[in-house]
């Protein structure tokens, strides 16, 4: 016989999971992260939360299987990505969101399976480098 659950007590029980969960969570199984929590299996990550076998990674908050990405959120199999969101399996993604499969992106939106693209439009490989480049110094000083 099927357990009877009222609609009262499932948002009472709902709640009370949701106010635990922002609670500081301990690693599990990290090696040399600081300053995280919630982390599972990671190693040599900072200042994140929430991350599942990510490497090197500094300020990202629910992230999986990634390496080497900075201040993004909700990556997964990412390489090297900076200000990035909700991306999947992309490598060298800056300020972009909704990518997937993506090498090379800047400021890019919604895009799967291209290279060299800056917001949303194409470039040759020499002059996508030169113009991140620039954008990049100019963003960061």
Do not use: W
């Not at 599990?28 to 939360?49: A, D, K, L, V």
């Not at 990405?69 to 969101?85: D, G, M, V």
């Not at 919604?110 to 480098?129: C, K, Q």
């Amino acid at each position: 016989m099927a357990k009877v659950i009222t609609a009262a007590h499932f948002r009472s029980r709902l709640r009370a999971l949701l106010e635990t969960s922002t609670a500081t969570i301990e690693n599990s199984g990290c090696i040399q992260c600081t300053h995280c929590n919630g982390c599972s299996r990671c190693t040599f990550c900072r200042e994140s939360s929430s991350l599942v076998r990510c490497h090197y990674c500094v300020g990202c908050v629910r992230c999986s299987d990634c390496t080497h990405c900075r201040e993004s959120e909700s990556l997964t199999n990412c390489k090297h990505s900076e200000a990035c969101t909700d991306c999947s399996n992309c490598a060298y993604v800056f300020h972009s969101t909704r990518l997937t499969g993506c090498t090379y992106c800047f400021g890019c939106v919604g895009l799967s399976g291209v290279d060299f693209y800056i917001l949303n439009e194409p470039h040759p490989r020499a002059e996508y480098f030169e113009l991140t480049r620039k954008l990049l110094e100019e963003m960061r000083s």
